[in-house]
């Protein structure tokens, strides 16, 4: 039950190593355009890759690489996570992506920043941010 750990024993120091395979549900499958969803919130930056029929290829948060509170949701948490997910992105071999964009927050523009310096053409962008069409409701009148 849990993991298994191997302890290698060489000479007097001995070094706990983890023998944790990647699986590899796509390790044989290349994938040429894929689908991007951006979901940034003033508290945390998520992104996901999708491919052509909307299976979850690949995901990425800030929270995951060790940012914390206020942190996650700057735009260096976002670049960051960007540049992770693009180096898995080429190794699959993506190399066109349609973007959809959700939410407010500052990553938005660093994430996709991140995806062009790492050279992975964006064919197009979609915003995706929920807008209210009625609003709240107002408040009663003033009586005297």
Not at 79 to 89: D, I, P, T, Y
Not at 109 to 116: I, K, P, T
Not at 125 to 144: E, Y
Request: hydrophobic share 40%; charged share 25%.
């Amino acid at each position: 039950m849990g993991k298994k750990r191997v302890v290698a024993k060489t000479g007097s120091s001995s070094a706990t190593v983890r023998s944790v395979k990647r699986s590899k549900k796509f390790g044989s499958k290349k994938l040429n355009v894929a689908n991007l969803h951006i979901q940034a919130t003033y508290n945390n930056t998520k992104l996901s890759l999708h491919d052509s029929e909307g299976n979850l290829v690949l995901w990425a948060t800030s929270g995951g690489l060790g940012f914390s509170g206020a942190k996650k949701g700057t735009t260096f948490a976002a670049g960051r996570v960007a540049e992770q997910l693009a180096g898995q992105m080429v190794e699959l071999g993506v190399k066109d992506v349609n973007v959809v964009v959700k939410g407010v927050g500052s990553g938005r523009e660093a994430a996709l920043r991140s995806f062009a310096a790492k050279g992975i053409n964006i064919s197009s962008i979609r915003d995706a941010t929920p807008i209210p069409f009625n609003g709240p409701k107002a408040r009663k009148s003033r009586r005297v």
